[in-house]
């Protein structure tokens, strides 16, 4: 029997070990990383992190590997309220008014050079805070690995939370809200609650980050003097990312914990700007 394998960061509120059952599992998962946290609905509180960090491979066969080692253990097959947000640059925004749901795929297709539809699955998701539909695929392999080793799940885009989290804190007319990620970054304007922009770009160094970003900073008119960056995510303050942003951008900061929900002091390790997705889950049903 293969062993599971080990998380690199594990946190949890063993006042809550019998009770896992009645929870919500709330998961973020990416082709190099798988991150999930327990939610009391009642208390409105997170009582745990965990966090497996996969091989840095081309495509998902890696993640497929540890995914068919972590699914079958215990918290993930008592749940009844299971939530995974899929992270990848495969989605687009469409708006509410001109939302079809046969043309998922073309909506996808327009934004998105696809050459293989039928190793993908579509889906959409709705948005509570915006007139918008978040429209993204899915490898086939992956959605069919899911509906073999978990129970009923609810399957979004990592963007959604984002998204919501931002409909429900709004943002000035200045600031941009900066998401990183190990391998991609999104950028997010929307200014006093209108949805501007909202993209992923992939990045290998700090230069194509910085790149990226001051070219998005040129479309949408924003002076880099006047502009605020809210960063959030994996970053950190003495990294090459965050020195290079300081360096071209007057104001910067890193973002807050979830409002209106309490976390457990066993959390108290993590910063408050990082799992800007996984921790506003809740946000999302």
Known sequence: ?????????????????????????????SRIQLTSAFFDDQSQTYLSYEQFDFKKEGDWVDALRNLEKILPSPEYQTQKDIQI????????????????EKEVESYLS???????NNQLKFHFTKLESFDA???????????????????????????SPILEAIGLNKLNDNELLINVQREQFEVIYAPNGKLNFFNS???????DFIYYL???????????????LILVGEIEKNSA?????YTYIEEVSFGEKAKNVQFSAVLGELNNHSNFSLFNQHLCG
């Open 1 to 29: 029997m293969a062993l599971t394998p080990t998380p690199q960061l594990r946190f949890f509120d063993e006042r809550y070990g019998g009770k896992i059952a009645q929870l919500k599992h709330f998961v973020v998962l």
């Open 85 to 100: 947000c899929l992270s990848n640059s495969l989605y687009t925004l469409v708006p509410q008014a001109l939302f079809d």
């Open 110 to 116: 327009f934004n998105h050079p696809i050459e293989e």
């Open 133 to 159: 539909v978040v429209v993204f695929a899915i490898p086939r392999g992956l959605e069919f690995l899911l509906k073999a080793k978990l129970p009923p799940h609810q399957l979004l885009h990592f963007s």
């Open 201 to 207: 770009f992939q990045y290998q160094s700090k230069e």
């Open 214 to 228: 001051l070219y998005v900073m040129e479309q949408l008119k924003l002076e880099r003097e006047k502009s605020k």
């Open 241 to 245: 990312i965050y020195k290079i942003l």
